[in-house]
């Protein structure tokens, strides 16, 4: 397992110094001059050449780039033109409210998925089937703004059960935390309960008509022990691929309903850096959201050597 674990954290290096490489690139991609977009074009040029030098875009482009890779490693990633305050202070300040929506999402998702998937491999054909195939279709086609708004508008505006939008941290109270985080967990979550109930589904049936399957079910060991201990424990290592990439897509992928229920996470806070030219915090956020891309299809990776000890003998040839 640890020589394992040493080659995918070798794999990661050139992946992370590609992305970062990218990332730094954006202040240059980005058309004009990033000391007069931001100053506006009413700056005058003194204070276009203040704030060159402040944010050292007088220097060569190389040397630049090894200062910013510099201080990254370091933990630096520069200061907030608009916020007053360090990127990565930023990026803290933002972080927990996305990886608690995150979270609940998936859950979300996995308890509406795996016993969906389980159900309609049990009930190939059947109207059962059909039933759970059809709200995957419809679970993966409605767009998270849509039914956010009408998520809103059942439970917020017409019930009244739950806020319209906000947030409040774990410190508030357990309750109070989540009331807040249900609805745009659940505009998330479902969407992702689809593409996981319909992976759970295609892993079940391959792994059902499997020769050892039908020796137990001959051998009269419980249904329930046959498809949770026996066909589960061996479907899962596709679902434990989906379920990772659905976690990837929900950390990286909130902004929309973010901003749409004002939750300030990582999300928003890029919203809000791109429409203010705030170029070292969309730097720092980006970079951040790759990070985390890398680092949880990694940690995805060790489970795959737990969860299949095949995959570490193969990663020995």
Same mark, same amino acid.
């Given at each position: 397992?640890?020589?394992? %674990? ?15 490489t ?5 202040l240059? %991609? =980005?058309?004009?001059?990033?000391a ?22 007088n ?5 630049? $780039? ?31 409210? =996305? ?12 308890v ?13 054909? =059947? ?10 279709? &419809? ?13 809103? +508008?059942?439970?917020?505006v017409? +019930? ?6 906000? $947030? ?8 109070e935390?989540l009331?807040f &985080?249900?609805?745009?967990?659940f505009?998330?979550?479902t ?12 892993a079940? +049936? ?13 051998k ?58 705030? $170029?070292?915090v ?36």
């Open positions: 397992m640890k020589s394992y %674990l040493i080659k995918r954290l070798l794999s990661v290096v050139p992946v992370l110094f590609i992305v970062s990218i990332v730094f690139l954006i240059y %991609l =980005t058309p004009g001059d990033p007069i977009v931001i100053l506006g074009e009413e700056a005058s040029q003194e204070q276009v050449d203040n704030l060159r030098e402040q944010l050292g875009l220097r060569p482009m190389v040397e630049q $780039y090894f200062s910013w890779i510099g201080n990254a490693l370091r933990g630096d990633l520069g200061e907030s033109f608009y916020m007053n305050e360090t990127v990565m202070g930023a990026i803290l300040s933002h972080l927990g409210p =996305t990886i608690s929506l995150g979270i609940l999402a998936e859950l979300i998702a996995l509406l998925a795996i016993p969906m998937g389980i159900i309609a491999a049990r009930h190939k054909g =059947t109207a059962t089937d059909q039933s759970v195939m059809a709200f995957s279709l &419809l679970g993966m086609s409605i767009p998270n703004f849509l039914l956010s708004l009408f998520l809103i +508008l059942i439970f917020s017409t +019930l009244r059960w739950l806020p319209v939008a906000g $947030y409040q941290p774990l410190s508030a109270g357990l309750w935390h009331k &985080l249900i609805l745009p967990a505009a998330l979550g969407a992702h309960a689809a593409l996981i109930a319909r992976m759970t589904r295609s079940m +049936l391959e792994v059902l008509n499997a020769n050892y399957i039908k020796t137990a079910r001959a009269g060991v419980k249904e329930r022990w046959v498809i949770y201990k026996h066909a589960l424990r061996n479907a899962f290592l596709p679902i434990l691929t989906v379920m990772g990439q659905s976690f990837l897509s929900l950390m990286g992928g909130t902004a929309i309903v973010e901003t749409i229920f004002s939750i300030p996470g990582i999300g928003q806070l890029i919203v809000n850096a791109v429409m203010r030219r705030d $170029y070292a969309v730097q720092g956020a980006v970079l951040y959201v790759t990070f985390a891309f890398v680092f949880i299809n990694l940690a995805v990776d060790m489970l795959y050597g737990i969860v299949n000890p095949q995959v570490r003998l193969d990663s020995k040839k």
